[in-house]
């Protein structure tokens, strides 16, 4: 990509955001708090932000499973989609990470719906599985990219007939066509994208974005059964 390009998707971000997602003082103090913290740069755009929201409104989604808190501001984002009675559970593998997020949550007053559950997610995934939650209505996954695809079959397992599961970063700039790649993050994305599009229970497909996070893109997979 070109400077000039890149300054384009920038310009056209900001505006968008602006226009329709912008953030509130929790969302932008999330933001704030996890840059002093020295969290890096790696959340979703505000825009991004809003169309998981709107993703899990559609779903109507009562039960959300996230994959990757980091500071808490897709987290944010994905729990104001939640009635009164609906719960978030979102994996992060830094305690940094998850103490950050518990305040960024407790201050934007979602403390009561989202538990952060530290660890290891292929940790925590059997403990939780063990608890026999009720089926989760939506997935977004945005952690290590080494291991979406257990992440996928995972989610696959929590599940209801008509979930949506999300994952993040399926582009990286054009690096997921290498079929030779040696990179474990997009061996395991290419992984995931295969068992997507060979999975029974699931129908999907993937769209590149651009944006102030670069060249990237999600991949969207309904569980059919
Ligand atoms: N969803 C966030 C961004 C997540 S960044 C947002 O958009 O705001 C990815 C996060 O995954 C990081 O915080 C990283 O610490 C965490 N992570 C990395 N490996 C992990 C693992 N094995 N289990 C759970 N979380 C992990
Ligand atoms: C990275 C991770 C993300 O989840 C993201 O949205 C962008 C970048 C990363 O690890 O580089
Ligand atoms: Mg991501």
Redo the contacts with the bound molecule.
């Keep these: 990509m070109s400077r000039a390009e890149s300054r384009i998707w920038n310009d056209v971000d900001a505006y968008l955001s602006a226009l329709l997602a912008p953030e509130d003082e929790a969302l932008t103090a999330a933001l704030r708090d996890s840059d002093a913290a020295g969290l ?1 740069h ?3 755009a505000p825009n991004q932000g809003k169309l998981l929201q709107l993703l899990a409104q559609v779903q109507g989604a009562r039960r959300i499973l996230e994959f ?1 808190t ?1 500071g808490g501001y897709s987290t944010i984002w994905l729990a104001r989609a939640l009635p009164e009675d609906g719960r978030l559970i979102s994996f992060e593998y830094e305690v940094r990470h998850a103490e950050v997020a518990r305040r960024n949550l407790d201050r934007a007053g979602l403390g009561r719906l989202v538990e952060v559950r530290v660890g290891p997610a292929l940790q925590s995934l059997p403990k939780l599985a063990d608890e026999n939650p009720e089926p989760f209505d939506f997935v977004f996954i ?2 290590d ?1 080494a291991n979406n695809r257990n992440y996928v079959e995972w989610a696959l397992k929590l599940t209801r007939p008509g979930a949506l599961i999300v994952l ?2 399926v582009v990286r700039a054009g690096r997921i066509t290498d079929a030779g790649s040696d990179d474990p ?1 997009i061996r395991g994305t290419r992984a995931a994208l295969e068992l997507i599009a060979s999975h029974p229970r699931v129908s999907g497909t993937a769209v590149q974005t651009v944006g102030s ?1 670069g060249h ?1 893109g999600f991949a969207l997979a309904r569980v059919l059964y």
């Design positions: 890096p790696i959340n979703v990757g980091l945005d952690a990219k993040d970063n993050g996070k990237d």
